[in-house]
């Protein structure tokens, strides 16, 4: 047994066994115990010395020595797990499922089919969304509140209104809900089952309970004790409890919750007695056990054996659940407490807290070891979801942010009406996309759950990771920057192009055209820009840097005059695998793959489905397969086409850009560069080709290829420089040679980076205030830009694009200097001016006038 913990709760020997039980843990703060836990070392090593040292396991379907010593474990360890919960075996059977979803969908199937004609489903609010779904299988279904729950509990009444069976008495009715929410941890009475069984009886319809514990069985014990008050059937998922193995558990309760399988149709291996197949079709089930006759096919003996093996380690560590609860309890506490304590300069709260208090809940409720939270800034703001996560994904914290799957708890919690949620779909919002703040509102919420190995130490981080990033120390400027400051409205001639680059491979390295080289700029951007990617061979997903770091030493090389894409890998290359491979720049049809209607799978870029041309060559394929170690394809996106052959910019000017706060602390001003022309300025443009649509006014949608927002993206240096001594000041203290070295202008990924002629010339950051810029060629022909809007940041800019080794600058810097409406920004977006007519030329050298609205 694991020691006791003191009075308190805490259990101070977790600090100690942390170092060699969770090596995982060593350099992270895990708070996502609600998606699953981490697994112990002694886990694993239990484990595989039962898979080396005992007996062969056979298919538990056989009457072999193995087989009969994989089916005694089996049955020993669905013991073991009844008792975990207190189960009586006689009184509960355990169905082994993949997860507790599968365990719902048993329960949904079998209803579904009663020779009644189906069933009624009422749901709690608060109930994961693998419960909202069985709402699909009903005949009527609806969704209540605590409040409403109790109220037709007390009076015995039927959940729906104007309730009218007309003949249809004998159908079932089922209520679900979970024992505790996974999204803010309030849990919910165990007394619910028995009560609505009793106030079903007096209404004489057949009632049943299905109780989600998932996320309670978690951290606290779960008493089955009881089988008169006991859910007819409870799910939950072993994984979230022990971290390993992938295993879950349907518990029914005997006697009458059985009688709903025997209206099953399907069945598999090992779940029937009998079959016949010639001249009649007639099966003979097994009747003894519940789960004799629900888990078709083969058991995944070697998980049920691993979870014999968690039961015994997760109480040589931890002791009981009991103790657990009482040790995420005090956590939760410190944890609610740290957040709500937060207080931005002017007295505001940094968090906005929907879980509830641990310290005043009423009525004999509790909660579980969840909080759920926002960020507002100091004017009340809030801050992006998305934002957060990447910051603290880059600081080492594990959190989980958005809709959490639960999509009635987070309707509740955010004031958010059906309308509401059906425009934000309207509006482009999916689940998991950047975009979280639509009408003013958050679209989900970050959540922060512990688990039985969680400690002071974490909660305190985190707090403090919250406090250093998002607590406002000083009042933002009573004086915002304004146009003042800015030059006249026509164009001066201020920068020049320092650097022009394309990255024909999407997300691989970049191709630097060389001074000298006149580059043709096209309406989708500069000439062979991203216009190739790798996409997932399995599911069709362009790879990114994000996920795939290897990708920034894929050095694309293009050799125009012999008419190929030349592609080398600068890291180890695997045994086989060639120096260098050749891709044709022709649009050649024989190089692509041509799949048949029924083959035909479109790609994904950015959440787009777009259709791509996949080449066939196994030569260009394997190598980026075989150097990426990810199976995937080379695919072509060119210009032209229509639908899903098409792409369109997404930027947009930001509120930072529009008031012209584009950085407080530091005005904004452009100096009039006389001398920047020796042979005096060009003209101005004057042809129709180069009239530009107003900043406010409506624009049609720029194609672009395979790039994220828009056509070209721009930075200048001086903003590069400003932000390397900001990530001096801030890591001249730290000993890390890697986190204080300057920050190169690779890692932005711009097509078109800017210097200026003199020191000082431009003041950092004056980009934002850009309304268009000219480019006036070797010729002197100005040609004409629109600003699109600012590039909102990721951590990919994290990765160092010679070594392709991730670190957390200069994504933590920006994240305190360049944070505007709860986003990271830096550079901005850039395409041909509205009309422009003609495929102008650029190249590295070429002065640059910006212009200010």
């Not at 679209?443 to 406090?467: C, E, K, P």
């Amino acid at each position: 047994m694991g020691p006791n913990p003191p009075a308190e709760g805490y259990n101070p020997s977790v600090e100690l066994l942390r170092t060699t039980e969770y090596p995982q843990l060593s350099n992270a703060v895990y708070l996502d115990h609600a998606g699953t836990t981490p697994y112990a070392r002694s886990l694993i090593d239990r484990f595989a010395r039962d898979m080396t040292t005992t007996s062969m396991l056979g298919n538990p379907h056989s009457a072999s020595s193995s087989s009969q010593l994989a089916t005694a474990r089996i049955e020993d360890t669905r013991v073991r797990a009844l008792r975990f919960f207190g189960a009586d075996p006689a009184l509960f059977d355990l169905v082994f499922v993949a997860n507790a979803t599968a365990g719902i969908r048993l329960v949904a199937d079998a209803l579904r089919c009663d020779p009644s004609g189906g069933f009624d489903y009422v749901y709690h609010l608060a109930s994961h969304t693998s419960l909202v779904g069985v709402r699909e299988e009903a005949k009527r279904s609806v969704c209540v509140d605590s409040a409403q729950v109790e109220g037709w509990l007390d009076k015995g009444a039927s959940p729906f209104e104007g309730d009218n069976l007309e003949g249809e008495e004998d159908r079932p009715i089922l209520f679900a809900y979970p024992a505790q929410s996974n999204m803010d941890g309030r849990r919910y009475p165990l007394s619910w089952p028995g009560r609505f069984r009793r106030s079903q009886e007096a209404a004489r319809r057949r009632a049943y309970t299905l109780l989600d514990a998932a996320a309670l069985v978690s951290s606290s014990p779960l008493d089955l004790s009881d089988a008169e008050t006991a859910p007819d059937f409870t799910v939950l998922s072993f994984y979230k409890i022990f971290g390993f193995p992938d295993l879950g558990a349907l518990i029914v309760r005997r006697g009458e919750a059985e009688e709903i399988f025997q209206s099953r149709r399907y069945f598999g291996g090992g779940t029937v007695d009998m079959v016949v197949c010639l001249r009649e079709q007639w099966h003979a089930p097994k009747t003894q056990f519940v789960h004799e006759r629900l888990e078709d096919g083969t058991l995944p003996v070697h998980s049920i054996i691993a979870l014999d093996a968690a039961l015994d380690v997760h109480q040589q560590l931890f002791g009981s659940m009991a103790g657990v609860a009482a040790h995420t309890a005090f956590l939760t506490r410190r944890l609610y407490r740290g957040l709500q304590t937060l207080r931005h300069c002017n007295g505001e709260p940094v968090c906005v807290l929907y879980s509830a208090d641990p310290d005043k809940m009423e009525n004999g409720q509790r909660s579980g070891p969840i909080i759920a939270f926002n960020i507002r800034n100091s004017i009340g703001d809030w801050v992006s979801l998305a934002e957060v996560e990447k910051l603290a994904t880059l600081k080492g914290f594990h959190i989980r942010t958005g809709g959490v799957c639960n999509p009635g708890g987070i309707a509740s919690a955010l004031g958010l009406q059906p309308w509401e949620m059906k425009q934000n779909f309207s509006a482009g919002f999916r689940c998991g996309t950047d975009n979280d703040i639509m009408a003013g509102k958050p679209t989900g919420v970050i959540r922060a759950s512990l688990g039985a190995m969680s400690t002071i130490t974490d909660v305190d981080s985190f707090v403090a990771f919250v406090d250093e990033f998002y607590r406002d120390v000083r009042a933002p400027s009573p004086t915002p920057l304004t146009r003042q400051l800015a030059p006249p409205r026509e164009s001066r001639p201020s920068l020049y192009i320092y650097s022009l680059s394309i990255f024909p491979i999407k997300s691989c390295a970049k191709f630097e055209i060389p001074p000298g080289v006149d580059w043709e700029v096209r309406p989708e951007g500069l000439a062979w820009d991203r216009e190739w990617c790798l996409v997932h061979e399995g599911t069709g997903q362009a790879l990114s840097q994000k996920r795939y770091p290897k990708m920034a030493l894929i050095r694309p090389r293009l050799d125009l005059e012999q008419g190929l894409l030349r592609v080398r890998y600068t890291g180890t290359l695997p045994d086989k695998v060639p120096e260098e491979i050749s891709v044709p720049l022709s649009k050649n049809p024989a190089l692509f793959q041509r799949p048949t209607a029924s083959q035909f799978r479109p790609s994904l870029v950015c959440g787009e489905e777009i259709t791509a041309q996949t080449y066939s060559s196994p030569e260009i394929n394997s190598f980026f397969s075989a150097v990426l170690d990810v199976p995937c394809q080379l695919a072509r996106f060119p210009a032209g086409g229509q639908g899903k052959s098409m792409r369109h910019a997404k930027a947009h000017l930001q509120k930072h850009q529009l008031s012209g706060s584009s950085r407080p602390s530091q005005p904004l001003m452009t100096a009039n560069m006389p001398g920047a022309f020796p042979d005096g300025p060009p003209s101005p443009p004057d042809s129709d080709s180069e009239k530009r649509v107003p900043r406010a006014g409506p624009a049609a949608p720029r194609r672009i290829l395979l790039s994220n927002e828009s056509p070209i993206l721009v930075i200048t240096l001086p903003s590069v420089d400003a932000l390397n001594r900001e990530i001096q000041s801030r890591t001249s203290h730290v000993s890390s040679p890697k986190e204080s070295k300057p920050i190169s202008p690779d890692v932005f990924r711009a097509n078109i980076v800017l210097a200026s002629f003199e020191p000082e010339a431009v003041q950092p950051y004056a980009e934002d205030l850009w309304d268009s810029l000219h480019i006036i060629d070797k010729r002197g022909r100005a040609h004409a830009f629109d600003m699109l809007g600012a590039c909102r940041r990721c951590f990919m800019i994290c990765i160092d694009q010679d070594t392709a080794e991730k670190r957390e600058e200069p994504f933590v810097t920006l994240s305190k200097t360049r944070r505007f409406d709860g986003k990271v920004f830096f550079g901005v977006h850039m395409g041909l001016a509205e009309g422009a007519e003609g495929v102008p030329t650029i190249r590295v050298g070429d002065t640059v006038a910006p212009s200010y609205d």
